[in-house]
């Protein structure tokens, strides 16, 4: 297991995942009964009795989304799609107050070029991967989710978020200086709504609990402690929808911004190095990071 997902990962890396699907022929085997996977920073829990599995992200201290981060992550999906027996996917965090803070600003500091369009390309895997999965997808959302997390729980079916004030969620790029990309924007656009997008947008709003709730950014919330107890629940009234039926109206509905973002990948990465390689963009990104680390003085 160690060395296919280490082949994996550098298969990935090099992009030879989308070219030839080495992984999808290799990987096959996995998932077939009840079935625990561990690597780094995430672990799969797969009950063969439900066909669910619970794929919790443990990569301290906030489950940011680095490009091993998401390479493990996108590899982990890949395999739970080509188990048959595995029909919905429960998104959660192992760590207290955090679910996801988002894309890992150092992978977008003071690196090289080529470092940002692998980055880049990782980033629009994870999001291709997850976005247009075959399997139900139910966030659990246990803590604070700002920008590329709130991207992970908006790509899902359904979001379930704990009812606690301390946790926000919403995409906040504008506070660091930095764009949401139009994909990014048309997620939120697709869950929300024009008019709310926009005032979130500008503004990098972060939603308490009960906000999100109120303009339909997550589905349903409930105490901290019952999160995952009622996505297992929203996850088996999903279930008992025809797999085939429910998966053709998810594809026709995802088609049109899927297909966005597949047309205007290669120009989407040259815009994102071209931005982040800025010298402004990354004295904000900096400057961000700095901010994040006085905060605990
Ligand atoms: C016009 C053309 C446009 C083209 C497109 C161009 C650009 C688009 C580019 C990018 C899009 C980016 C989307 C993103 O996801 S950016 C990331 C945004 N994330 C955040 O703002 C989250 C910041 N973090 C927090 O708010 C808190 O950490 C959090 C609430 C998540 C948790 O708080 P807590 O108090 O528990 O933990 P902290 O003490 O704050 O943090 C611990 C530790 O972790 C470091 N850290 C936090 N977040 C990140 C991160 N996202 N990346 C890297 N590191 C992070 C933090 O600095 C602390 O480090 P240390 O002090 O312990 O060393």
Excluded at 182 to 189: P, R, Y
Excluded at 190 to 206: F, H, V
Excluded at 241 to 270: C, F, G, N, Q
């Amino acid at each position: 297991m160690a060395a296919l997902l280490k082949r994996s990962a550098s298969l990935l890396r090099a992009g030879a995942l989308q070219k030839h699907g080495v992984l999808t022929k290799q990987a096959l085997c996995l998932f077939s009964t009840n079935m625990r996977m561990f690597t780094n920073k995430i672990s799969v829990e797969m009950d063969g009795t439900t066909g669910v599995a619970v794929l919790t992200m443990k990569s301290p201290p906030v489950n940011s989304l680095s490009l091993d981060f998401l390479t493990e992550f996108t590899i982990s999906l890949e395999k739970l799609e080509m188990d048959k027996a595995c029909r919905g996917v429960i998104l959660t965090s192992a760590l207290p107050r955090v679910f996801s803070a988002g894309l890992d600003i150092t992978e977008m500091c003071g690196k090289s070029a080529e470092h940002y369009a692998a980055f880049w390309r990782a980033v629009q895997e994870f999001w291709l991967k997850l976005y247009t999965s075959n399997m139900v997808t139910v966030a659990a959302i246990n803590g604070s989710c700002p920008a590329g997390g709130c991207l992970m729980a908006l790509v899902c079916d359904y979001r379930v978020m704990a009812d606690d004030p301390k946790f926000s969620i919403g995409l906040n790029e504008t506070k660091l200086g930095i764009v949401a990309p139009f994909w990014f924007k048309d997620t939120m656009t697709n869950t929300i709504g024009n008019r709310e997008t926009e005032k979130a947008l500008q503004l990098g709003y972060m939603y308490s609990p009960a906000d999100a709730l109120k303009v339909g950014l997550v589905d349903q919330l409930a105490s901290a402690d019952k999160v995952e107890t009622v996505a297992s629940t929203v996850m088996s009234e999903w279930l008992a929808i025809p797999d085939h039926a429910r998966h053709l109206t998810k594809s026709m509905m995802r088609k049109p911004t899927r297909d966005r973002l597949v047309t205007h990948r290669d120009a989407d990465i040259t815009s994102f190095v071209n931005f982040v390689t800025k010298d402004s963009i990354q004295k904000s990104l900096q400057m961000y990071l700095e901010s994040l680390k006085q905060r605990k003085r």
